[in-house]
């Protein structure tokens, strides 16, 4: 394992020094863009787990710095399509490519050669359930960046906690039992500090597979507030079944129906003026 | 006949009252609550039997029972301090040489996604369980024992030996029978045991936890360090206490390599002799009344506490070191 990020990248990954680059050193540049540049890139992807087809010709254009929601009914395709950018579908028997590609700010993520634990830092990703580890909450966040970088300081990981903590709205209830139990946490805190972990090893873009499914109203609601401050410094993709909640907080919406990509496209016209006559009638609520 | 009492009783009562399903509760509370009760009477029994037949050399030996090196029925003085400490220096060097093995077998088998490989290696690991143990001795006096005397002992006492501490375990002895051997066989015995514990408890992990290491870019062995061991360790602290059950109570294969010396040595190279090796060589000379019939149920009732007492520190231990973690 090298020491940094940086030279992780530069070594051997054949990842754009760019992509695992710290996303706050670009918080500054924002205001100087008028339109989002795309951050990932799909190009006609398919995907089949065995025979059976899961996606088929999805392409889309993700912004960087922008909430983009995947939505539709289960089974359609959606979480798939997340997994394919950090390539977290790898280990699940008979999946395969079967066309198109994946840039992650313009490179594929499916090339020969790409270190897949370098792109799966620079893609978080927050799952359904909360998932910390059986450990102390200071633990949760360390861990994964002592392994990324050996040898660093106990006061540089104190910082990179507590920043992590602060990103994710957690570090006022906890900073005053960082040792205890992470499962002492309730569930909505326990997803914060997952998306707090996720923010420690510094990526660039945040994916969450329906992160509020198993939370009460209030603790979505704390979330919903974190991902629309967070979508200043990441590229936050979500996936939800709550309508409500992609029209709250996206800016892009992908529609997903039976593994293809019906529509995609600004939330507003998505959900007011959609081009599409199912994705109407599924945002009014007729299936689904 | 019973269906139809069932569904009387429905319209009797209004309250439906399944008389066939209530007879199989019934059933099974008074059958488990037997069979526990019964198993607390066994344990409990075996301890008043222990201690009764213990209390003479007890009371006549007094602590220099547990202090004296000197185990002579001559002079009806015995002194289990070599036996005691031979059963805990050979069930150490089994722990210490079996539980990385245990463990490295137990993720092998479960990561290992092709079933070419993990299918024989888990049914051959579940084999050397069933090998009988006097089976093992007899290999381990006859095979083992003369290759490690021949190139291992040697070995460890040019290099290992050398070292300042550490040393003082390796200082060789014309010994054939040693703790060491002893210790190697017992590891041998609890590999099987450890490891298919172990394999069942890694297999509980949940998989959202794997993933939720590998998104944050682990390899496969940081995700273990991360994920796997962590959660699967209360499981494999219980995994382990098995394991030296298993070890501490061994009879026959240690007693036919361990040399059966009264020394005490700091050198795993010399001769011991432990708890059960010398219950099972003397029982046949302990006539039912004298001292020596006492005090091997004596050593008997030590072994016994040796165990309870390990296998409670190391539920303390787990509790401790997962306090709210769980």
């Known amino acids: 394992m090298s020491d940094t990020f940086a030279s992780d990248s530069a070594e051997s990954l054949g990842i754009l020094e760019t992509l695992v680059r710290p996303a706050v050193s670009r918080a500054g540049e924002r205001e100087a863009e008028s339109t989002s540049a795309p951050m990932v890139t799909v190009n006609g992807l398919g995907v089949a787990y065995g025979s059976k087809t899961a996606l088929e010709g999805v392409s889309m254009l993700i912004p960087e710095r922008r909430i983009t929601a995947f939505i539709g009914p289960s089974g359609c395709g959606k979480s798939t399509a997340l997994r394919c950018f950090n390539r977290m579908n790898d280990g699940i028997s008979g999946f395969r490519i079967s066309g198109g590609t994946v840039l992650l700010d313009g490179q594929d993520v499916y090339a020969r050669g790409v270190n897949v634990t370098a792109l799966r830092r620079a893609v978080g990703m927050v799952f359904q359930q909360p998932n910390p580890f059986p450990m102390s909450i200071y633990d949760n966040i360390a861990l994964a960046v002592r392994e990324h970088e050996r040898g660093i300081s106990r006061s540089t990981l104190d910082g990179i906690v507590e920043q992590a903590l602060r990103q994710a709205n957690l570090w006022d209830e906890v900073r ?77 919406v992908g529609f997903f129906l039976m593994g293809r990509l019906v529509e995609f496209g600004d939330a507003l016209q998505v959900f007011e003026a959609s081009a599409r006559p199912e994705t109407a009638e599924y945002v009014r609520g007729a299936f689904g | 006949m019973e269906e139809r009492s069932t569904t009387r009783s429905v319209s009797d009562a209004g309250v439906p009252v399944r008389r066939r399903l209530r007879i199989g509760d019934l059933t099974l509370r008074g059958g488990t609550v037997a069979v526990s009760l019964g198993l607390v009477v066994l344990l409990a029994g075996l301890l008043v039997v222990l201690a009764t037949g213990a209390a003479p050399a007890l009371s006549q030996l007094g602590l220099s029972f547990f202090t004296s090196r000197q185990w002579d029925p001559v002079t009806n003085h015995f002194g289990a301090l070599p036996y005691i400490y031979g059963t805990l220096v050979t069930s150490t060097v089994a722990l210490v040489l079996a539980l990385p093995v245990s463990i490295g077998l137990a993720l092998l088998l479960n990561e290992v996604r092709s079933k070419w490989v993990r299918n024989p290696l888990t049914v051959l690991v579940d084999l050397l369980a069933a090998i009988p143990s006097v089976v093992y001795g007899l290999w381990g006096l006859f095979v ?23 040393g003082a375990l390796f200082v060789p002895t014309p010994a054939v029978g040693n703790m060491l051997n002893a210790g190697v066989i017992l590891a041998v015995m609890i590999v099987p045991i450890i490891t298919a514990v172990t394999r069942e408890v890694i297999a509980t992990v949940p998989a959202d936890l794997r993933e939720a290491s590998l998104a944050l870019g682990a390899t496969r062995f940081e995700s273990i360090r991360m994920a796997v061991l962590p959660y699967a360790r209360s499981g494999i602290v219980g995994a382990t206490m098995l394991g030296l059950g298993r070890a501490l109570g061994e009879t026959i294969a240690v007693s036919m390599v361990i040399g059966n010396g009264l020394g005490i040595s700091a050198s795993l190279l010399a001769p011991g002799y432990t708890i059960p090796a010398v219950i099972a060589n003397e029982f046949r000379e302990a006539t039912s009344t004298g001292l020596q019939h006492s005090a091997l149920l004596a050593l008997a009732l030590v072994l016994v506490v040796i165990a309870l007492v390990l296998a409670g520190a190391s539920r303390l231990l787990v509790r401790r070191s997962e306090r709210g973690f769980r």
């Open chain 1, 176 to 252: 005053d039992c960082l040792t205890q139990s992470a499962l002492s946490l309730s569930g909505g805190q326990q997803q914060r500090l997952c998306i707090a972990r996720a923010l420690a090893v510094r990526p660039t873009v945040l994916m969450l597979d329906e992160p509020c499914a198993s939370l009460d109203p209030i603790s979505t609601g704390r979330i919903e507030e974190l991902l629309l401050e967070l979508s200043a410094d990441y590229t936050i993709v979500i996936v939800t079944h709550n309508l409500a909640q992609a029209q709250r907080i996206s800016d892009k």
């Open chain 2, 144 to 166: 083992l024992a003369p290759a490690l005397n021949t190139y291992l002992a040697p070995f460890l006492a040019r290099t290992l030996g050398k070292l300042p501490v550490l």
